[in-house]
């Protein structure tokens, strides 16, 4: 009986131990020769980490908040992957995607129920009132997967109607840590960036406070819902040093978040920018500035 009693017990402990999936192989065509391809990094320490440590290390946090590079496919693998294993972990309580606008959460929820009692829509772009912004062969896979779980998916975006308020008449923003002049001001210079030098400058507070905003409306969102929670979002908002997470830390809630950033290799990121980074293959690169010129 003894011999039994051990025996189970050491089951027991194996299966609540188990090792995580090996991730997704490399779908981007680009760096897959790089030395950092693979390569996770605890920024903190510098210290190389393995996939099943970066997810025991996650499972620890409340709030997880993922940095993404909106057109690389690996990253939304690695997003589905991610959501598996920290799943496997412990309890998920939430998911929430800057991809999704409250107006659609209505439409999130009935899907989802529908899903979950065996009756997924034939055409899910439509039912979910998807928006064409966000390319569905990318985001499709993690979405249905998140409509069959039995934590809530929440939207975590500003609706257009709340962008164009904000636009018109820029609200206050209370805190400090997201209104300090070094945040702000990188914050316009990537907006200038991102339009191509091109965007009046009379137009820069108006875009800088929809992008503060949207940061805001994230973090709330992630207070809001069932812990612990996962937030994708692109990587400026994901920042520590200037987006979600200033957020969080001006509503009271700096601590119990984790952050990880997802990047091609070859990019810069620092222990200011994120808790961890994972190097991922990478797309050709786009002047998407190109077709703005004279």
């Not at 693998?77 to 598996?84: D, M, N, P, T, V």
Request: aromatic share 4%.
């Amino acid at each position: 009986m003894r011999i039994l009693l051990l025996c189970c017990l050491s089951l027991l402990v194996a299966c609540q131990s188990r090792g995580v999936l090996p991730p997704p192989a490399p779908i981007a065509s680009e760096g897959r020769d790089h030395g950092d391809l693979g390569v996770i990094l605890d920024l903190r320490s510098g210290e190389r980490i393995t996939p099943q440590r970066l997810v025991e290390r996650l499972a620890r946090a409340s709030r997880v908040v993922v940095g993404e590079q909106h057109d690389n496919p690996d990253h939304h693998a690695l997003q589905l992957w991610l959501s598996r294993e920290l799943a496997a972990q412990r309890p998920q309580g939430s998911v929430l995607l800057e991809m999704l606008n409250p107006s659609q959460q209505t439409r999130v929820d009935q899907v989802r129920a529908e899903t979950r009692a065996g009756r997924p829509p034939l055409d899910a772009i439509r039912a979910l009132a998807w928006q064409p912004g966000w390319d569905w062969a990318m985001y499709g896979a993690l979405v249905r997967y998140q409509l069959r779980q039995p934590y809530p998916l929440l939207a975590a975006n500003l609706d257009r109607e709340e962008i164009m308020r904000i636009y018109q008449q820029r609200p206050a923003l209370q805190g400090q840590a997201s209104t300090a002049a070094a945040v702000q001001q990188r914050l316009q210079r990537d907006i200038r960036e991102s339009h191509c030098g091109l965007l009046p400058e009379s137009q820069v507070p108006a875009m800088l406070a929809v992008q503060q905003q949207r940061d805001r409306r994230m973090a709330e969102a992630l207070l809001a819902a069932p812990r612990p929670s996962l937030l994708l979002a692109g990587a400026f908002h994901a920042r520590k040093d200037l987006g979600v997470p200033l957020h969080l830390a001006d509503l009271g809630a700096g601590q119990g978040n984790a952050v990880l950033m997802l990047a091609e290799v070859g990019r810069q990121v620092d222990a200011s920018m994120a808790d961890y980074v994972w190097f991922t293959a990478a797309q050709p690169e786009q002047d998407h500035c190109a077709k703005l010129r004279p």
